[in-house]
């Protein structure tokens, strides 16, 4: 059965973006020899998740666009999807979204953020993996990961992982 995964940077003060939006700040640890990890996992990756915030984000900028993967957008409106680009907007259970994601592929599930869907999966109960990448910055504000948990979530440390560009990569499995 596929895996419901969060892959996701923030600033050690738990930001994923500033105030705009803007994440700029994580432009110093794009280093040619360095992905993080994003190659191999993208690769078990057959659809991706995403609040609506995210994906006007990704048609700002199109670099950040996931192709090659189905998407989904937790919207009830609908915006415009590049041609290359396969994206269905969803308004309805999380759950049911899961479980219907679970017939259509074995591939695991990439949700993408932003910081309420996240937590909206966290709350959910449907987060099997969570790889949370810490950058060594403290923004101050900005957009924060978990703004929404509505319970305490324990979790299991798999590795911590620490990068030449001191990032690192804290790998947790939520406990049921």
């Known amino acids: 059965m596929s895996k419901a995964i969060v892959y996701i940077a923030t600033s050690l003060d ?19 020899d360095e992905d993080y990890g994003y190659s191999d996992f993208i690769k078990t990756v057959g659809t991706a998740i995403m609040g609506a915030r995210t994906y006007e984000q990704s048609l700002i900028h199109p670099d950040r666009m996931l192709k090659g993967l189905k998407n989904y957008i937790l919207s009830n409106r609908i915006m415009p999807v590049p041609p290359e680009v396969e994206a269905e907007f969803y308004n309805g259970t999380l759950s049911d979204l899961v479980e219907r994601i ?6 695991d599930i990439y949700i993408v953020g932003g910081g309420q869907v996240v937590s909206s999966f ?10 949370h990448f810490v950058a060594p910055i403290l923004l101050k504000e900005g957009i924060p990961l978990y703004p929404a948990l509505d319970k305490e979530i324990q979790l299991q440390l798999v590795e911590a992982i620490p990068y030449k560009t001191d990032i690192v990569k804290l790998h947790y499995i939520p406990l049921k």
């Open 14 to 32: 738990g930001y994923i973006a500033r105030k705009d939006d803007d994440v700029s700040w994580l432009d110093p640890y794009q280093i040619a």
């Open 102 to 107: 679970r017939t259509e592929s074995t591939k």
């Open 122 to 131: 966290l709350n959910a109960g449907l987060v099997d993996e969570l790889l």
